[in-house]
């Protein structure tokens, strides 16, 4: 329409009337959008990281000793008139921390269609000494075959081979932080030191970085071999881990291991709660501050239009004694607003962009302290990101026009043609 193309080129060059301030207001725009994608690029990009890779190479169920029930305890019963007490043992006061019979408990949970793979382990802390050093570890008995099925640990390896694990009874693999620890190279002898003060000889036959932490600190050698140095018998496992096929149905696998083998069964959303959480309380803090820069920004919007106000009112006036309505006046602020607002994004968006592509290229040293190691930062590339951020700088800028905008309306031209005002 005509008449709205009159509004729109009026618009504008009241924009172009005050151009430094114009850029100023552009500018403050398009570095809160820029910092609001960023920020939402990398705390995004950090959580589906840290996903991905516990969904990649981590059980997504684990069934560990604990029981669902408590087993009963022993019992004392007095028979008769007191003069006899008979004694009933119905659980070990041993080792109630482990799956008896695993076999028999890996062939039920075998049978749900959902289940995948189902591997056993053992799990001990044990010394590692290499040489002159010494220092406690945590060590893994496990069946190499079904194991490298769940943690992917042949493509993980940094020297060695994961295969020579399954050949060779005395061998063992250690995560990268453990390595660093003792030194220790492929082909070196090192000893263990079992609770039971017991002493064994292995051989380092590879040496893995899965970029999880808390596997990269620790050992693990074959099963059998776990289970001599943990004391537990060739029937006994410390957890089942298990992968399935229909991820988002892993809470049902669970509960239907519990309720058949009375174990306990965590999913791994369950373990890793804590860190999720963690990362979206981080993530929550940083949009609540970075929504401010973007809000400072809309200032600047409301202060370009009100002084523009200020200063264009005897041309407002002209402009409703030439037939323009208060309707129309309203549209020419608010056009102002939303032009400033769509230029500032775009840019922000080109910024955001540009920032996201040098910050993911940036090499950063791994810290062995926490949850997931990366050489580089992990940065998210939604364009969703780019979207959210433009509509609420769009939006924020609509809100600040609305003011300027009103006043722009209720000028009388009366007042101003006559020198009133």
């Known amino acids: 329409m005509r008449i709205n193309y009159h509004l729109a080129t009026i618009a504008f060059r009241q924009l172009q009337n005050r151009k430094r301030q114009t850029f100023l207001t ?14 939402v690029s990398l705390m995004d990009g950090l959580l589906q990281s840290f996903i991905q890779k516990i969904v990649d190479i981590a059980p997504h169920v684990i069934v560990s000793g604990e029981r669902v029930t408590p087993p009963v305890p022993d019992q004392l019963i007095v028979s008769g008139n007191g003069n006899r007490v008979d004694f009933i043992k119905n659980v070990s006061r041993e080792r109630q921390d482990v799956i ?13 269609s959902l289940v995948e793979l ?19 570890v945590q060590l893994f008995g496990i069946v190499p075959s079904t194991e490298d099925e769940i ?16 050949r060779t009874p005395d061998g063992i693999i250690l995560g990268t932080s453990v390595a660093k620890d003792f030194t220790a190279r492929v082909g070196d002898r090192m000893r263990i030191v079992s609770q039971s003060g017991d002493i064994y000889s292995v051989r380092v ?29 060739p029937d006994e496992a410390s957890d089942l881990y298990i992968r399935v096929n229909d991820l988002p149905k892993d809470g049902t696998v669970a509960r ?7 174990y306990r069964a965590i999913t791994w959303e369950q373990k ?22 973007i809000m400072v920004a809309g200032f600047g919007v409301a202060n370009i239009l009100i002084t523009n106000v200020l ?11 030439l037939g323009f309505k208060r309707g129309e006046i309203t549209i020419i602020y608010m056009a102002q607003g939303l032009i400033v607002a769509l230029v500032g994004a775009a840019i922000g968006c080109v910024l955001g962009f540009i920032l996201i592509e040098i910050m993911s290229s940036i090499p950063m040293a791994s810290s062995s302290q926490s949850f997931v190691s990366s050489n580089h930062l992990m940065m998210g590339k939604n364009p969703m990101y780019f979207v959210l951020a433009s509509l609420f700088a769009v939006l924020v800028s609509l809100v600040a026009a609305v003011g300027p905008s009103r006043n722009a309306a209720r000028v009388n031209p009366v007042e101003i043609l006559r020198g009133e005002r």
């Open 26 to 39: 552009l500018l403050g725009i398009s570095v809160g959008v820029m910092v609001l994608i960023t920020a």
């Open 100 to 112: 008896k019979n695993y076999p028999r408990v890996e062939s039920l949970i075998r049978n749900d």
């Open 118 to 136: 189902v591997t056993p382990l053992v799990s001990m802390d044990v010394i590692g000494m290499f040489g002159t050093i010494s220092q406690p």
């Open 151 to 166: 943690e992917k640990f042949s493509r993980s390896m940094v020297s060695g081979s994961f295969d020579a694990l399954g």
């Open 205 to 233: 036959v590879g040496i893995f970085r899965t970029g999880i932490n808390d596997i990269d600190d620790n050992c693990y050698v074959n099963m059998r071999l776990g289970q001599i140095i943990g004391g537990f018998s």
């Open 256 to 262: 239907t291991i519990e309720r058949e083998t009375n």
């Open 272 to 293: 890793a709660a804590s860190v999720v959480a963690l990362f979206k309380m981080i993530s929550g803090i940083v949009y609540f501050l970075v929504f401010f820069v």
């Open 311 to 321: 200063e264009k009112a005897r041309d407002i006036a002209i402009l409703k004694s």
